[in-house]
């Protein structure tokens, strides 16, 4: 704290809160009567001139508040004020810092408390003797904190770190468990990796090696590529345009092998009922339809062509109806010691997909499924899947096509349709999340 060379005659306590404040550096003129001893009968009286210095220095003197004990006189103290500031108040914040062997001393001239803001103010008045002149100045006053250095330097205890619920999980095992609890988890800890505990070199391995994977892995074309050419089906035009360009007659039944299959004997019987016998799988609505339906016209080579894939597509439903009594005979079996008999439900749709493309082929693309399950004897939504995975959309009946075949509004509402797409369209499967 700095002394002024000037004697102080007196401290004046003053309200700067106020509404009237002194002007700067204004003075005015008082008689200063001193009384002398009671047994001094004489008043002398002199002329003061009073001053009131209204300017700001970090060099004056200011009023300072301890807590407790005051500290030595020789104490020095730094005082710390702010460069730049938004507004003027805000400029007039300073902090003054001291220290002793033993304490330190934080003092500030402000308060952040919002019923202290209308603080009181110190004036300080200088005498001067030469000039009778008494001048009074504006002072800070500074509120000091007192912090010990040797509880300063103490380490803060550490803070209780809550447990997780494995970690309370073995502490009451090893505390109430046998021995092979006990093992189990100590075990356990010696065996687990944390990430901390990882060497730098060992964690760079690690993510290079992932990374190797990942770029192992094939991209989302492949995928679909690889599916496209694995699919449950026959040989398909991915790019057609037209409904009869997606599948090819010659890529489900080779050319040679329709034409040695059998149809003399149905050609040449008198009724459509003789020749429903004559077909290897008979109790069929959708082989006795189609039957009809030839047997009206002339036996053309067109006709003929259709009869052959009628009779071939009655030989798969006969192999699919009665597959688990067909026997293997003959050395074959014998050398692979009796081989089951019974189909996969993978083989069994793979067949249902070539005989359901005939089917589509003889009917011009769009047909009704519900023959086809009620012959099978197969549930009606897996037949639909199966001619959605051949491409086709199913749906329920326009309204042209149920006036054609004269079902009324209520009868059609269970009715569907399976419609080959061109290009197909295949169901795409839902990933899980």
């Known amino acids: 704290m700095s002394d002024s060379e000037s004697d102080v005659s007196s401290v004046i306590s003053s309200d700067t809160s106020g509404d009237s404040e002194p002007s700067e550096d204004s003075e005015q003129t008082y ?16 002329e003061v001139t ?51 062997n033993y304490v330190e001393l934080n003092g500030v001239n402000y308060s ?25 100045k504006e002072i800070p006053v500074f509120n000091f904190s007192v912090v010990v250095k040797k509880r300063k330097l103490m380490k803060k205890p550490e803070s209780s770190v809550k ?23 100590n075990d356990a800890e010696k065996n687990a990796v944390y990430a901390d505990m990882v060497e730098a070199s060992t964690r760079d391995s690690i993510i290079q090696t992932v990374e190797d994977k990942l770029q192992m892995l094939p991209s989302t074309e492949q995928v679909n590529s690889d599916i496209d050419a694995n699919r449950n089906i026959p040989p398909y035009n991915a790019q057609a345009t037209e409904p009869a360009n997606v599948y090819k007659l010659e890529d489900i039944v080779p050319t040679n092998e329709l034409n040695m299959v059998p149809i003399k004997q149905i050609l040449d019987a008198t009724t459509s009922e003789e020749a429903l016998q004559l077909f290897p799988f008979k109790n069929s609505k959708y082989i006795t339809s189609h039957l009809l339906k030839y047997w009206n016209f002339k036996f053309d080579q067109q006709t003929r062509r259709k009869i052959q894939i009628l009779v071939y597509i009655s ?28 189909m996969t439900p993978v083989l069994q749709n793979k067949l249902y997909s070539y005989a359901f493309v005939l089917c589509l082929i003889l009917d011009e693309y769009v047909l009704d499924p519900t023959n086809l399950a009620n012959d099978l004897c197969v549930a009606k939504q897996r037949i639909n899947d199966i001619f959605k995975s051949l491409g086709c959309r199913v749906d329920k009946l326009t309204k042209e096509e149920r006036e054609t075949a004269g079902f009324t509004a209520v009868e059609a509402r269970s009715m569907k349709r399976a419609r080959l797409q061109a290009p197909p369209v295949f169901p795409v499967k839902k990933q899980k999340k």
């Open 315 to 342: 030989y798969l439903m006969c192999f699919s109806s009665h597959q688990k009594t067909i026997e293997r005979r003959g050395e074959v079996a014998k050398s692979l010691n009796s081989p089951p008999r019974k």
């Open 50 to 100: 009073l001053s009131v210095d209204m300017s700001e220095d970090n060099d004056g003197p200011a009023l300072a508040w301890f807590p407790g004990v005051i500290p030595p006189e020789e104490t020095e103290y730094k005082l710390y004020v702010r460069s730049e500031a938004k507004d003027a108040k805000l400029m007039k914040q300073k902090i003054l810092f001291g220290e002793t």
């Open 163 to 185: 447990k997780s619920y494995a970690e309370a999980r073995a502490d009451l095992g090893r505390t109430f468990g046998n021995k092979k609890l006990i093992q189990r988890i």
């Open 112 to 136: 952040e408390l919002k019923d202290m803001k209308d603080m009181y103010g110190y004036l300080v008045g200088v005498y001067d003797k030469e000039t009778s002149t008494v001048t009074l």
């Open 31 to 46: 008689i200063n009567n001193t009384n002398g001893s009671k047994g001094k009968k004489r008043q002398l009286e002199e």
